[in-house]
């Protein structure tokens, strides 16, 4: 079992819908890190969180530490919004690994 | 601005040779990273520095070397003996090492024949 799981996989959503992106995790953690991965392939960091709620213009994300659960939402999704979306958690104690997990490919068609 | 460039943005090699990655930031960042990305996988750890003149290997650094004589330069060399070099390599970069947010480059896609 991968150490962080993000669902779903694919996603497909037309535009102005919300949306909701899973993250499970199985090890204890200092932070958890949404990014964000346009087509070209670069990555930006939308969210570094370890408890309770961000929000961000039409972004929020949420974490549950009790749980080992993080969820982000989109409201008022958009075409711009296509994306993959990547979960990353930092480890707790010594270095502090980062652990990726596989991303959520959205696609808002307009 | 401030930021993190990576060069070439595709490059091709043939099988046998090795292959200099560059990374450059002006974030004046101490620590910085080197991860592969490969088709549904997640981002894996290849090399990082916390500091200048220090650098330790990540999870998967074998075929892979690295060197940090400058703060700002973090240079991945691709050799032969890595065995499947074909990969998406992203270079990232953060103030210290640790529970801090890390900047990314645009990747630079390497493709060997």
């Known amino acids: 079992k991968n150490e962080v799981e993000q669902s779903p996989q694919n996603l497909t959503a037309q535009e102005g819908e919300f949306i909701t992106i899973n993250c499970s995790y199985s090890?204890?953690?200092?932070?958890l890190h949404w990014l964000q991965q346009h087509p070209g392939g670069g990555i930006v960091s939308l969210f570094m969180?370890?408890?309770g709620k961000k929000k961000h213009g039409r972004l929020i994300a949420t974490i549950n530490i009790q749980e080992k659960h993080s969820s982000l939402h989109i409201t008022a999704s958009h075409p711009r919004d296509s994306a993959v979306y990547i979960c990353?958690?930092?480890?707790?104690?010594?270095?502090?690994?980062?652990?990726f997990g596989t991303g959520t490919k959205l696609q808002v068609i307009p | 601005d401030g930021g993190i460039t990576q060069s070439p943005k595709y490059l091709f090699r043939k099988e046998g040779q090795n292959v200099t990655l560059s990374c450059e930031q002006n974030?004046?960042?101490?620590?910085m990273y080197w991860y592969r990305q490969d088709p549904g996988q997640g981002l894996r750890l290849i090399y990082y520095?916390?500091?200048?003149?220090?650098?330790q290997k990540g999870d998967i650094a074998e075929g892979y070397s690295v060197s940090r004589e400058k703060k700002e330069s973090f240079p991945l060399t691709v050799t032969s003996a890595q065995k499947n070099p074909t990969a998406f390599y992203l270079c990232?970069?953060?103030?210290?090492?640790?529970?801090?947010?890390?900047?990314f480059g645009p990747g630079t896609r390497l493709t060997v024949t």
């Open positions: 990353a958690v930092r480890s707790s104690g010594g270095y502090q690994k980062v652990t």
């Open positions: 520095s916390q500091i200048v003149n220090d650098f």
């Open positions: 974030l004046n960042h101490d620590a």
């Open positions: 090890v204890g953690i200092s932070a």
């Open positions: 969180l370890s408890s």
């Open positions: 990232a970069s953060s103030i210290l090492a640790g529970a801090y947010e890390q900047y």
